[in-house]
C-alpha cells in the first residue's frame, strides 16, 4: 500500500475508533521527542558549545548548564540532563525543556 493511502486507512481508522487517535498522537509525540533529543549533546559537553558558539568561552556556558539544572527541582546528581548547543534550550532525561541558556543563571 502506498503512503496516501496509509493516511486514508488511518484517517478513516480515527474517524470510526477516537481512542486510536490519541493512541497515534501519543506515539508521534513520543517518536519526535526522540528524534529531538539525538542532536542534544550531554549537559557538560553541549554547553561548552553553546557558549564557544555564543561568545561566552566554554566554561561560561557549562557553568550555566549545571545552574539550569539545578534550577529543576526534579533534577538528581547522575541525572542525565543534555543541551541543544545551538538554541541554548536544556532538557531533562525525559526530554522536557528546562530551560535556556541564553538566560543568565546566577
Same mark, same amino acid.
Given at each position: 500500500? %502506498?503512503?496516501?493511502?496509509? @493516511?486514508?486507512?488511518?484517517? +478513516?481508522?480515527? !474517524?470510526?475508533?477516537? %481512542?486510536?487517535?490519541? =493512541?497515534?498522537?501519543? =506515539?508521534?509525540? @513520543?517518536?519526535?521527542?526522540? #528524534?529531538?533529543? =539525538? $542532536?542534544?549533546?550531554? #549537559?557538560?559537553?553541549?554547553?561548552? %558549545?553553546? /557558549?564557544?558558539?555564543?561568545?561566552? /568561552? !566554554? +566554561?561560561? @556556558?557549562?557553568?550555566? !548548564?549545571?545552574? +539550569?539544572?539545578?534550577?529543576?527541582?526534579?533534577?538528581? +546528581?547522575?541525572?542525565?540532563?543534555?543541551?541543544?548547543? !545551538?538554541?541554548?534550550?536544556? $532538557?531533562?532525561?525525559? @526530554? %522536557? $525543556?528546562?530551560?535556556?541558556?541564553?538566560?543568565? $543563571?546566577?
Amino acid at each position: 500500500m %502506498e503512503p496516501i493511502g496509509l @493516511g486514508l486507512v488511518a484517517t +478513516a481508522a480515527c !474517524a470510526t475508533h477516537p %481512542e486510536l487517535s490519541e =493512541q497515534i498522537i501519543e =506515539q508521534v509525540v @513520543g517518536d519526535i521527542k526522540d #528524534l529531538f533529543t =539525538q $542532536y542534544n549533546l550531554p #549537559l557538560d559537553k553541549g554547553g561548552e %558549545e553553546w /557558549g564557544r558558539r555564543n561568545g561566552v /568561552g !566554554a +566554561a561560561e @556556558g557549562r557553568r550555566r !548548564a549545571h545552574n +539550569a539544572k539545578k534550577r529543576d527541582r526534579m533534577s538528581g +546528581a547522575r541525572d542525565k540532563y543534555t543541551v541543544d548547543p !545551538a538554541s541554548g534550550n536544556v $532538557y531533562d532525561p525525559e @526530554g %522536557e $525543556y528546562v530551560g535556556n541558556l541564553n538566560d543568565d $543563571y546566577d
